[in-house]
């Protein structure tokens, strides 16, 4: 059975630009969180969607956006970017909102 | 605000031997806590979670214990083995939404042979 699956695995965009992240949920999961992790630090809650509605969004800017599609897949766009929003971007899924699997992450660089 | 902390950054264990990782909160409105593990270039790995109506709970080396009066958790596990090496993030649930997590810092666990 496929895992969850993040693409691209890595990405450099330069300061300003818009990115975009993509992430397939495991396969009956209706929920996916996106979680930002900066280097020597733990995944930071960004947004939770379930059934292609946001229900939550933690302490990020405007910036930072992020929707679901029919088919459960989701994805997270964030604009005008800065040095500080290089990180490992990570996708999880659930089906109960308890022990989340993630993917792999984006490994996105800002130069 | 660091509502998850683990103060220990790094932990070397011998193989076979019991290796211990601790995690404080500083907030009591969590229903579960859970205990992932990351390999480097992989997402981090579901372990073991508790609720918070309990003390311990176990899974094969695994046993994790909840101290609710001293806002502690701790993750054993018994043997250590040397692919058990990874870093270990502990996870509160907020009671007050379903929807996420609040991660630790991480301990880097390093059992040797």
């Known amino acids: 059975d496929a895992g969850v699956t993040q693409s691209p695995t890595h990405l450099i965009k330069t300061r300003g630009q818009h990115v975009t992240l993509r992430c397939s949920p495991i396969?009956?999961?209706?929920?996916v969180s996106w979680y930002q992790q900066v280097l020597g630090q733990g995944p930071q809650f960004i947004f939770q969607?379930?059934?292609?509605?946001?229900?939550g969004r933690g302490n990020f800017p405007d910036r930072f956006s992020a929707r679901q599609f029919p088919n459960y897949s989701s994805e997270l766009n964030v604009n005008a970017l800065l040095l500080g929003d290089s990180a490992l971007y990570l996708c999880?899924?659930?089906?109960?909102?308890?022990?989340?699997?993630f993917g792999s992450g984006t490994r996105l660089t800002v130069v | 605000d660091q509502q998850v902390k683990q103060n220990s950054p790094s932990l070397s264990v011998q193989e076979g031997r019991i290796s211990i990782l601790n995690c404080d909160y500083t907030?009591?409105?969590?229903?579960?806590f859970l205990w992932y593990k990351k390999y480097p270039a992989e997402g981090p790995t579901f372990l073991i979670s508790?609720?918070?109506?309990?003390d311990k709970n176990e899974d094969g080396r695994f046993t994790v214990f909840l101290n609710k009066s001293a806002k502690h958790l701790s993750l054993h596990i018994v043997p250590s083995q040397p692919g058990d090496s990874a870093v270990y993030f502990c996870?509160?649930?907020?009671?007050?939404?379903?929807?996420?997590?609040?991660f630790g810092t991480g301990t880097r666990l390093k059992v040797l042979a």
């Open positions: 396969s009956g999961h209706k929920s």
């Open positions: 907030n009591s409105m969590f229903d579960y």
């Open positions: 508790i609720s918070s109506i309990k």
């Open positions: 969607y379930y059934e292609k509605e946001e229900r």
């Open positions: 996870a509160a649930r907020p009671t007050s939404g379903t929807y996420k997590y609040i």
């Open positions: 999880a899924s659930s089906l109960n909102a308890v022990g989340y699997t």
